[in-house]
């Protein structure tokens, strides 16, 4: 039989962050009221909405190689039905009307871009800081934008000083289960004296954040799916955050 091949296309993912979207899409939308005053065939017009469209893709990205649905609304902004006979006034007329809606679309994007913009962009300087490994392999990223390979780098990171703090060269579950389980065995990292229950409880909840941490890398290193979600990146770089300075305070046990 032939060999079935999947017409399914690369996801784009966005190119631009918050902030700039933000600015380039406010100057094509202060622009709009000028493109309206114009003939439909005018050539400023079909420039403005190219140009525009091209801002719309670097913004959203283009999940599945498509257009993202924001852009597909602006662009179906000037789908009007035409037919043989038409005047050049019912021709204007759509044109005015397209392009009034087209305004109402980017006002919306511009607003979905500043509720969403990233938390870092927000908060109050020295109310929150990432641990300075996260911050100097993904703080850049995160801050422009570029959500997914953020999340993937810090998982990379506190996977490897998992393993640079262990001594182990395992991998994966494998490694998290050497280093940190506490069940017929001494862990290699210990976050508390293993005495009451309660503390094995502990050792054993953070094992499994860490185990979090490589199906994340995983699932982030082998997807397509694009990441749009400034808020959960922000947490996502919070948590790793955190399991690194656990892995500061934490005891080894390295048996040479």
Not at 93 to 121: D, V
Not at 156 to 175: C, F, H, M, Q, T
Not at 232 to 242: G, N, T, W
């Amino acid at each position: 039989m032939p060999r079935q091949t999947s017409n399914r296309k690369d996801s784009v993912p966005p190119s631009l962050s918050s902030q700039r979207a933000i600015e380039l899409l406010r100057q094509q939308l202060a622009q709009a009221e000028r493109i309206e005053g114009l003939p439909c065939d005018n050539p400023e017009v079909k420039k403005w909405k190219l140009t525009t469209e091209n801002v719309l893709n670097a913004t959203f990205g283009q999940p599945d190689g498509e257009r993202h649905e924001n852009t597909q609304r602006f662009v179906g902004c000037y789908y009007h039905v035409t037919y043989r006979g038409m005047t050049s006034t019912q021709h204007q007329e759509n044109h005015t009307r397209g392009t009034q809606n087209s305004r109402a679309i980017l006002e919306s994007c511009i607003e979905q871009l500043e509720l969403l913009a990233p938390p870092s962009a927000r908060v109050a300087p020295g109310e929150y800081q990432f641990h300075p490994e996260i911050e100097r392999v993904s703080g850049e990223l995160f801050r422009d934008g570029h959500y997914k390979q953020a999340a993937l780098e810090v998982y990379i990171r506190v996977i490897e000083e998992v393993k640079a703090r262990s001594g182990l060269n395992d991998d994966g579950d494998s490694l998290m289960n050497r280093a940190f389980g506490c069940d017929k065995q001494t862990p290699v990292i210990q976050f508390n004296g293993l005495v009451a229950e309660a503390e094995r409880d502990e050792q054993r909840g953070l094992l499994f954040l860490f185990k979090g941490i490589v199906g994340l890398r995983n699932s982030k290193a082998h997807s397509n799916r694009l990441f749009n979600d400034p808020l959960r990146a922000h947490e996502y770089l919070a948590l790793a955050s955190l399991l690194m300075r656990l892995l500061e305070i934490a005891s080894v046990n390295r048996t040479t």
